[in-house]
């Protein structure tokens, strides 16, 4: 099979990108435009500016990639995009340029899942490393702003299919992290930043009651099946939105508000704020609330996934996502992985977060067989992985 070299296009929240991956194996060109300068006045994403940015920004990003990968436009074997899930406007962004690229140039059209995509950050960076044997059954964890889901993935024949046994009830754990930042007063996107300021908190401060789920999820299956009486594979799911309100609860009853207020204002006026900056503006209570929140998410998040790599009894473990840049997350992982077997598996933290070199890697496959997308294709906002 000779060399594929396929441009992967990612517009389904709030990150414009654009890369060139050759054959599933070797990231050739990435590039990525943030909007997170636009979006953090508000506090999280507002789906109409991010439609707009993503107009603004998919031409050069796209021709950005190419000129990184040394390409013409001609030269491509395949153009793949993302289908969903995400913001549908955002989404259709991303997908009437690729079908106008696949058009003019008379290229195959790949759609990908997200999701896939974040799955199959690991799978090109451990190909790139020449790690090819990984051992099946694979056990995901997806943990993102949008997603906290566990599958199971298994390849046939170079095509990749996928079970979920784990979804978030509420809030994804990247949800969590943004909305006690801003709880907090200490801006948007909230993981990078509780990220960096857990180290100075005591993380065994405050006690945070464990996620309480006590019946099957009655909206069905996250892939879309019926719930069976006989379907009763053992499920693994998160809720992650009573820890936000036992925080506001905790903010009340320490009467934090007023110096929330004001590390808000603070913080707001200064374009980039360093890490010494939100260390200036944080005391001791709240460091500890920071790193006590952040414990309290990876304990659920390791414990949980491990119980179902257990269950399943898997060989691999993969977790992935924006969330899976967190050092914390990813040094409990490694640690009690190590414990129990089972080697775990992270992408780089540039892959870890949105990307479009993840779209053109899970592409692939698909390119193998010929499975690709007709030219009336739309975007799903709410597309599940199977
Ligand atoms: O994968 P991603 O870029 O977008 C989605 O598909 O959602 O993930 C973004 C999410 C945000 O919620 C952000 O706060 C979180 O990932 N995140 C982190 C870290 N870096 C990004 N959460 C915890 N620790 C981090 N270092
Ligand atoms: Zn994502």
Redesign the pocket.
Same mark, same amino acid.
């Given at each position: 099979m000779p060399d594929a070299y396929i441009l992967g296009i990612e517009s389904s929240?709030d990150?414009t990108a654009a890369a060139v991956v050759r054959s599933g194996e070797q990231l050739v060109s990435n590039v990525v435009a943030s909007q997170i300068a636009t979006h953090k006045p508000y506090g999280g994403v507002v789906p109409e500016l991010a439609s707009r940015e993503h107009l603004r920004a998919i031409v050069p990003v796209v021709r950005q990639a190419l000129a990184g990968a040394n390409r013409t436009y001609d030269s491509i074997d395949a153009i793949a995009v993302t289908q969903g899930p995400g913001l549908a406007g955002a989404l259709l962004v991303g997908i009437s340029y690729a079908k106008a690229l696949a058009f003019a140039l008379e290229k195959p059209l790949i759609a990908v899942n *997200?999701l896939e995509g *974040?799955i199959h950050a690991v799978l090109l960076e451990e190909r790139q490393k020449g790690n090819r044997e990984l051992e099946f059954p694979l056990l995901a964890l997806v943990v993102?702003? !949008? *997603?906290t889901h566990l599958y199971l993935a298994s390849e046939q024949d170079a095509s990749w299919t996928y079970e979920n046994i784990g979804h978030t009830r509420d809030d994804a754990a !990247?949800?969590a992290?943004?909305k006690v930042a801003r709880l907090l007063g200490l801006g948007y996107?909230?993981?990078?930043i509780?990220?960096r300021l857990s180290p100075y908190g005591d993380s065994g401060a405050v006690k945070f009651p464990a996620a309480q789920i006590k019946h099957r999820d009655r909206r069905g299956r996250h892939d879309g099946k019926a719930v069976s009486p006989s379907d009763n594979r053992p499920r693994f799911d998160f809720s992650y939105s009573g820890i936000k309100t036992a925080i506001l609860r905790y903010i009340e009853s320490n009467q934090m508000q007023e110096s929330i207020e004001a590390r808000r204002k603070a913080l707001v006026e200064m374009p980039k704020p360093k890490l010494e900056d939100y260390r200036a503006h944080s005391d001791q209570l709240t460091l500890d609330l920071v790193a006590s929140f952040q414990r309290a998410i990876i304990e659920d998040l390791v414990g949980k996934t491990l119980k179902a790599a257990a269950a399943y009894d898997v060989a691999t473990l993969f977790v992935t !996502? !924006?969330?899976a840049?967190?050092q914390e997350l990813r040094q409990t992982f490694e640690r009690e992985s190590r414990q129990q077997g089972l080697p775990v598996y992270f992408p780089s933290r540039p892959l870890s977060?949105?990307n479009a070199a993840m779209i053109a890697a899970a592409a692939y496959p698909k390119f193998l067989v010929n499975d690709f997308a007709p030219m009336d294709f739309s975007a799903e906002a709410g597309m599940p992985l199977r």
């Open positions: 929240c990150e *997200h *974040h993102s702003g !949008g *997603h !990247g949800e992290f943004d996107p909230g993981g990078p509780i990220d !996502g !924006g969330v840049a967190n977060t949105d």
